[in-house]
């Protein structure tokens, strides 16, 4: 397998823009995590699906945030309008049970000018 | 909040010594796991303990844990340059459905050749 992808790997965009990261986890994992980055707030939790259904959006920072799994093999995280504090790196991860170990991509650099 | 916190923030050693990174927590755990984050790229599962493991061994990594202290020590014998990386501990305070894993900020180690 070849783990899990994100893209783009950078992404450089004007305040105001949408943005939209994308993410295949692993074949056959059930959990799907995002996470935000920052040297600031350290590895954050932003929402993570289990069977393609979210479980737990509670850490979306806002509205302008939202998160889709259309099928086990494909998952987007979209910011509309991008603001400058959004500026961080974004991780996709699986897991093949809940508890289990996670597998992360090498995530999205985002840079919202 | 239930985050782990590592200790030290950072850790510079020479090749071939030991390095010792700690993590505490605040609330009772199902497991703690290690991870490790070369720069720009995501994180790597290193290792997980359960609550009602003590130590745990994988090559060159040994890591304890003390429920009764809330404290998890990761230790690298024998140091390579290649073992420079970012050391996150990783606490699963899961409880019914609602699955939680909270990082910490990360000790950064310096392995100098």
């Known amino acids: 397998d070849a783990g899990v992808i994100q893209s783009p790997r950078h992404e450089v965009t004007e305040m105001g823009q949408e943005v939209t990261l994308r993410c295949k986890p692993i074949s056959g994992h059930d959990y799907l995590f995002w996470y935000r980055q920052t040297m600031m707030r350290g590895l954050e939790l932003l929402i993570y699906f289990n069977n393609n259904v979210p479980i737990d959006d509670s850490g979306m920072p806002e509205d302008r945030f939202s998160a889709k799994m259309p099928n086990a093999s494909f998952s987007t995280l979209k910011i509309q309008p991008s603001e400058p504090r959004d500026s961080a790196v974004y991780f996709c991860?699986?897991?093949?049970?809940?508890?289990?170990?996670?597998?992360f991509g090498p995530g999205t650099r985002l840079t919202v000018t | 909040s239930q985050q782990g916190e590592e200790d030290p923030q950072a850790l510079s050693i020479q090749e071939g010594e030991n390095a010792t990174m700690n993590c505490s927590y605040k609330t009772s755990i199902n497991n703690l796991q290690w991870y490790r984050q070369n720069s720009g790229r995501g994180l790597v599962h290193l290792i997980l303990i359960r609550s009602n493991e003590r130590e745990k061994h994988s090559g060159r990594l040994r890591v304890t844990l003390d429920t009764s202290k809330k404290s998890s020590s990761l230790l690298i014998t024998a140091s390579r340059a290649a073992d420079t990386a970012s050391y996150f501990c990783a606490t699963d305070h899961s409880g019914g459905s609602n699955y939680k894993l909270t990082f910490g900020k990360g000790t950064l180690l310096t392995v100098n050749p």
């Open positions: 991860a699986s897991s093949i049970y809940q508890g289990a170990e996670q597998y």
